[in-house]
């Protein structure tokens, strides 16, 4: 989810559900040891509860970087042993960390030592030609030996090479048994699930597991968020006509984008960006995303106007 799941973004989807818990888009170590730390790392009280995603391969650093997490204010820092993409893997860190356990243990201990939020570890089921089963265990097993008490597993298989990011992401099976063998071997192990999960109702066949992680799905429908608040955790107290609802959601916005601007410089595109799917399956959502996509970027918009403008048309679920 880098540069998606930013600030700004978990601001809006926050104001959508309140009680999931968000992630930020995975920074790396040298960002933050080297970079504009404050920048990387500032977030709203609202976003909480709220886990910072690390991406890195140094314990040194990683324990500097969870340091610096927990002392911001952030509910549990993770290390992101998943992404496959070239970059991550020319920085040796990423899924291909999976081949080396004993090393992603040292990693996790030194930042287990560091902070006393909780530290977990979000992987794969494998790589490249390995044998899934054994590898994923081999995997689990040499972390939960370390502490490691909270597992994110993303149900497919990463190819290392030969396949861009967005097919590692679409073409490996889901093997969500795999992931669930887990569970049953290690009962005291949360383990959260990962992959290809688009509907509530494919959430509640997944019961086997501590938790689901949602990805794009959240992003280009954010309106799914609240129907996991309401038909998987429960919470009923959303009642009401849906597109009144998504309106004030989209309103509520507005005091942020202005308060950003003020304070930061922020351009309203960078936070509308995230807006776009908000619409998602309603009758005149076309209109609100054309607006956002092509009135956003001009100087000195209105953000107000920019969203009533945007809100026109919009009839009645598909």
Same mark, same amino acid.
């Given at each position: 989810m880098l540069d998606w799941t930013d600030r700004h973004c978990r601001y809006f989807h926050r104001l959508i559900a309140p009680h999931v818990r968000l992630y930020t888009e995975m920074i790396t170590t040298g960002a933050l040891l080297h970079g504009d730390a404050e920048r990387h790392l500032r977030?709203?009280?609202?976003?909480?509860?709220?886990?910072?995603?690390?991406?890195?391969?140094? $314990? @040194?650093?990683? *324990?500097? #970087?969870? /340091?610096?997490?927990?002392e911001h204010g952030y509910d549990e820092i993770n290390l992101n042993c998943g992404c496959p993409s070239?970059?991550?893997?020319?920085?040796?860190?990423?899924?291909?960390?999976?081949?080396? $356990? @004993?090393?992603? *243990?040292? #990693?996790? /201990?030194?930042?287990?030592?560091?902070?006393?939020?909780?530290v977990t570890i979000k992987c794969r089921i494998g790589i490249d030609d390995c044998d899934e089963r054994p590898f994923l265990e081999r995997f689990v097993s040499t972390l939960a030996d370390s502490g490691c008490r909270t597992f994110i597993i993303h149900a497919r298989k990463a190819?290392?090479?030969g396949l861009s990011p967005k097919e590692n992401r679409e073409i490996p099976p889901l093997r969500y048994d795999l992931a669930a063998e887990i569970?049953?071997?290690?009962?005291?192990?949360?383990?959260?699930?990962?992959g290809g999960i688009r509907t509530t109702e494919?959430?509640?066949?997944?019961?086997?597991?501590?938790?689901?992680?949602?990805?794009?799905?959240a992003?280009?429908?954010?309106?799914?968020?609240?129907?996991?608040?309401?038909?998987v955790l429960c919470h009923t107290h959303f009642h009401?006509?849906?597109?009144?609802?998504?309106?004030?959601?989209a309103r509520a916005m507005v005091p942020y984008i202005?308060?950003?601007?003020?304070?930061?410089?922020?351009?309203?595109?960078?936070?509308?960006?995230?807006?776009?799917?908000?619409?998602?399956?309603?009758?005149?959502?076309?209109?609100w995303r054309r607006t956002l996509s092509t009135e956003a970027h001009k100087e000195d918009v209105d953000a107000r106007g920019l969203i009533e403008e945007a809100l026109k048309n919009l009839r009645a679920e598909r």
């Open positions: 977030f709203h009280k609202a976003e909480r509860p709220l886990a910072l995603q690390l991406g890195g391969s140094d $314990p @040194a650093a990683l *324990a500097a #970087c969870a /340091t610096m997490g927990a070239d970059r991550v893997q020319n920085g040796a860190f990423g899924a291909c960390l999976m081949k080396e $356990p @004993a090393h992603v *243990a040292d #990693c996790f /201990t030194a930042m287990n030592r560091a902070v006393d939020i909780p190819w290392l090479q569970k049953e071997r290690y009962p005291h192990l949360t383990v959260v699930v990962n494919q959430i509640k066949t997944l019961s086997a597991f501590d938790g689901v992680m949602i990805g794009r799905e992003y280009q429908n954010p309106w799914f968020l609240r129907e996991i608040e309401e038909n009401g006509d849906d597109i009144a609802a998504r309106k004030a959601v202005v308060e950003q601007g003020r304070t930061y410089g922020t351009p309203v595109k960078s936070i509308t960006r995230h807006m776009i799917g908000l619409f998602h399956g309603i009758s005149g959502g076309k209109h």
